[in-house]
T-cell receptor
Framework: NAGVTQTPKFQVLKTGQSMTLQCAQDMNHEYMSWYRQDPGMGLRLIHYSVGAGITDQGEVPNGYNVSRSTTEDFPLRLLSAAPSQTSVYFC???????????????FGAGSRLTVL | DAKTTQPTSMDCAEGRAANLPCNHSTISGNEYVYWYRQIHSQGPQYIIHGLKNNETNEMASLIITEDRKSSTLILPHATLRDTAVYYCIVRVNYNAGNMLTFGGGTRLMVKP
């Protein structure tokens, strides 16, 4: 049981390049989400999904796309990287709608992205 | 979601109990108190949650006041590995989609 797996752990991009951060979970969680964390700051929600084929925007969605074709995978795409997207990205998952368990998130180890 | 207030930072001696307070005076009846922590550079880790009764698990204890306007996370025997940022979050117990908001938290420094 690996939990939430994120790849890559580190990535350096040039401005304008595109890339995909991968997130996979093996806990059959319905809910998956992406957060970003800038230095010295709290986490901000980018996008989330409540099930395969369903996604929605969080607090800071601009510049990012997501899709959810399977329960297990929730990739985050940077369309045209900008220096402002330099951050640490965390993927998280949980059950959906279970009594008192809905907000027990399991986080991945993070993907550190630098955009030059 | 109810707003929470936590001290910015706290120190604790290794082996002693760490008591981390959280104020949530606007909490409503169906909102739970959740605690997470984030050790440097790692993903946040769920610790414990509760509604109104005190809760204990292998990591910590959660004490919620009778009026539910504040709570305390207790790490009974803090170790150096407990040095982290601790987040107190108040949230309803169902997933409406737009999930947890992580604020500033309390930076706990456990010292030898």
């Amino acid at each position: 049981n690996a939990g939430v797996t994120q790849t890559p752990k580190f990535q350096v991009l040039k401005t304008g390049q595109s890339m995909t951060l991968q997130c996979a979970q093996d806990m059959n969680h319905e809910y998956m989400s992406w957060y970003r964390q800038d230095p010295g700051m709290g986490l901000r929600l980018i996008h989330y999904s409540v099930g395969a084929g369903i996604t929605d925007q969080g607090e800071v969605p601009n510049g990012y796309n997501v899709s959810r074709s399977t329960t297990e995978d929730f990739p985050l795409r940077l369309l045209s990287a900008a220096p402002s997207q330099t951050s640490v990205y965390f993927c998280a998952s949980s059950y959906l709608g279970r009594l008192s368990g809905a907000n027990v998130l399991t986080f991945g180890a993070g993907s550190r992205l630098t955009v030059l | 979601d109810a707003k929470t207030t936590q001290p910015t930072s706290m120190d604790c001696a290794e082996g002693r109990a760490a008591n981390l307070p959280c104020n949530h005076s606007t909490i409503s009846g169906n909102e739970y108190v959740y605690w997470y922590r984030q050790i440097h550079s790692q993903g946040p880790q769920y610790i414990i949650h509760g509604l109104k009764n005190n809760e204990t698990n292998e990591m910590a204890s959660l004490i919620i006041t009778e009026d539910r306007k504040s709570s305390t996370l207790i790490l009974p025997h803090a170790t150096l590995r407990d040095t982290a940022v601790y987040y107190c979050i108040v949230r309803v117990n169902y997933n409406a989609g737009n999930m947890l908001t992580f604020g500033g938290g309390t930076r706990l420094m456990v010292k030898p």
